[in-house]
């Protein structure tokens, strides 16, 4: 597809937008809700047991370590510098084989996230990384939704106030087409191509078998070119119970989005076979705002409704004495994000 071709795409389709862009008119209602509660950084009251509340420079090894065991990958935290020997013995002292995934332990819209199939992927990634990272166990599921939860401090059970089901980066063989052929055919995979080309190389010149699929980019995320589809229609008792049956166990958390990998619907609404891939906190967008068929209006409404309710729960914690971020404790996150931001870029 031709680079006009592309550019043409990404205007018609305000997916693809830059955060900042889509964003211009939520800043006016955080504003809003800002003088409302006294603090530009309210969030953090949300979920008093994640740094931050969870908006920006939280562990993903200290929420991970929140959760009821046995929701979540196995995982082990590494430095940068560690030698490959020992973050291999801590490895299998965890019971993490390959193939494993590595991610940044303080990350965002999937950078710096890395399938590794074998110790020399594994090498390689340490060489490159100057941030703490995780390294977990790949989770076989083959399907992977994001779930938003929602729970009033006053409150004792929350609900679902979004799904969305994350469809894979996955290229079909045909038989004569390169890998790098059948990425052009889809703008969605074609916008990808320079991290693509960054993460595979020369693979992307192999023609696979008539049928073969190919997953590229493992996990679903949509700032790596998977699809994401709205399913809010799939909030019902079952799976409610289920959300409320793990939340319930994170001591304090309120407001946020659990990214799950699962095998069947029926599985998931019965709190069988699956595994919590992430928990974000106040950070959290209500992804399902990114399905192509929705219009940006519609997006702008579920950001102000879910503006809202960070708003009253955090509210709520702060009158139970959970204090908000001072103006310079703000900044300081904001400066820490962005030189992390940085670091990231430069993988």
């Known amino acids: 597809m031709k680079k006009y071709s592309l550019l043409f795409h990404k205007l018609t389709h ?38 931050n509340g969870g908006f920006l420079m939280e562990s993903k090894k200290e929420i991970y370590d929140l959760l009821p065991a046995g929701f979540y990958p196995k995982t082990i935290l590494a430095t940068p510098g560690e030698p490959v020997a020992a973050i291999r013995e801590k ?29 020399d992927d594994l090498a390689a990634y ?16 083959p399907n992977e939704i994001g779930i938003f939860y929602v729970r009033f401090p006053d409150q004792k059970a929350g609900k679902i106030t979004g799904i969305v089901t994350k469809e894979f980066l996955i290229v079909a063989g ?47 995320n949509h700032a790596r070119g998977s699809r994401f589809v709205n399913a809010t229609c799939w909030a019902n008792e079952k799976m409610t119970a289920v959300l409320n049956r793990i939340c319930l166990q994170v001591p304090h958390f ?13 599985e998931l609404e019965n709190g069988q076979n699956l595994s919590i891939i992430e928990l974000n906190g106040a950070g959290s967008e209500p992804t399902h705002i990114y399905d192509p068929g929705q219009s940006i209006f519609t997006a702008w ?4 409704r879910h503006f809202s309710m960070l708003f009253k729960i955090s509210k709520l914690n702060h009158a139970n004495g959970h204090r908000f971020l001072t103006f310079l404790e703000g900044l300081d996150m904001l400066r820490q994000n962005k030189l992390h931001v940085k670091k990231l870029e430069r993988f």
Not at 92 to 101: K, L, R, T, V
Request: include cysteine.
């Open 301 to 304: 409404k579920e950001i102000v």
């Open 174 to 220: 045909d038989g004569s087409s390169t890998i790098h052929q059948l990425i052009e055919k889809n703008p969605r995979y074609h916008l990808q191509m320079n991290a693509l080309q960054k993460m595979y190389g020369t693979k992307l010149m192999e023609i696979p078998a008539d049928g073969e699929r190919i997953n590229l980019v493992p996990y679903g």
């Open 91 to 119: 490895c299998i002292a965890s019971g993490i084989s390959f193939p494993m995934i590595a991610k940044p332990d303080i990350g965002m819209r999937g950078m710096a996230v890395q399938k590794l199939e074998n110790e």
């Open 14 to 51: 305000w997916e693809y937008w830059p955060f900042g862009i889509v964003y211009i008119p939520m800043y006016f209602v955080w504003f809003y809700y800002s003088l409302r509660a006294r603090s530009f950084f309210f969030f953090n009251a949300s979920n008093p047991s994640i740094r």
């Open 126 to 141: 340490i060489q490159k990384v100057d941030f703490d990272f995780l390294i977990q166990e790949y989770i076989e599921l």
């Open 254 to 266: 309120y407001y946020g989005r659990l990214d799950l990998k699962y095998n069947t619907i029926e």
